[in-house]
């Protein structure tokens, strides 16, 4: 199957710093998404972001479909930015989404 | 975006004892959701698909009598751990993809299971 890698697997920070983290898959994949899970276990929706470059404030994200890789930006990172970030790729257009292992963020004030 | 909504948030049960999740997709219809569970410190792993109308289909090596799923309308599927074990706690969440847009797919606010 499809197989997600995000890295790096933990970042710290300090508050204001900016960073890039990264999700490489090893398949063509039709749809590509960006959360957050919040302390409480919520994911909240980032981006979907199958391919091209968009924007939402501090944060941005791009995906290289051809290469297989998405980026994401975080800017002038904030202590309420902490938490862990998935990256999911669904590569059979279902909704069916497979995660990579998530990056864990602490942003240090 | 779409709100999909998932009760309880958080429960506590007894060794073979059964528990009933609900996802309920609020303002769109979902012919299709998903059952995921995560441990402590680790990714999500889909267990399942639920099918309105139709069975699940569970991803390899999840145990169908388990967790039952049903899917009886666009806007409500189940998950219901039955006979329950300590090794069954764990974060279940689902998700759901309004089939009209096709495009990205929400999640619930997850439900915290604990057997005792």
């Known amino acids: 199957g499809i197989q997600v890698e995000q890295s790096p697997p933990d970042l710290i920070l300090q508050e204001g710093a900016n960073s890039t983290l990264r999700c490489n898959f090893s398949d063509s994949v039709n749809n590509l998404q960006w959360f957050h899970q919040n302390p409480w276990g919520q994911l909240i929706n980032l981006f979907y972001?199958?391919?091209g470059t968009k924007q939402n404030g501090r944060l941005s994200a791009t995906t290289v479909a051809t290469e297989r890789y998405s980026l994401l930006y975080i800017s002038s990172s904030q202590t309420t930015d902490s938490g862990v970030y998935f990256c999911a790729v669904d590569w059979s257009n279902t909704g069916k989404l497979i995660f990579g292992q998530g990056t864990t963020l602490q942003v240090k004030p | 975006g779409a709100v999909v909504s998932q009760h309880p948030s958080r429960v506590i049960c007894k060794s073979g004892t059964s528990v009933k999740i609900e996802c309920r997709s609020l303002d769109f219809q979902a012919t299709t959701m998903f059952w995921y569970r995560q441990f402590p410190k680790q990714s999500l792993m889909l267990m399942a698909t639920s099918n309105e109308g139709s069975k699940a289909t569970y991803e390899q090596g999840v145990e169908k009598d388990k967790f039952l799923i049903n899917h009886a309308s666009l806007t409500l599927s189940t998950l219901t751990v039955t006979s329950a074990h300590p090794e069954d706690s764990s974060f279940y969440i689902c998700s759901a993809r309004d089939h009209s847009m096709n495009t990205e797919a929400f999640f619930g606010q997850g439900t915290r299971l604990t057997v005792v």
């Open positions: 972001i199958p391919s």
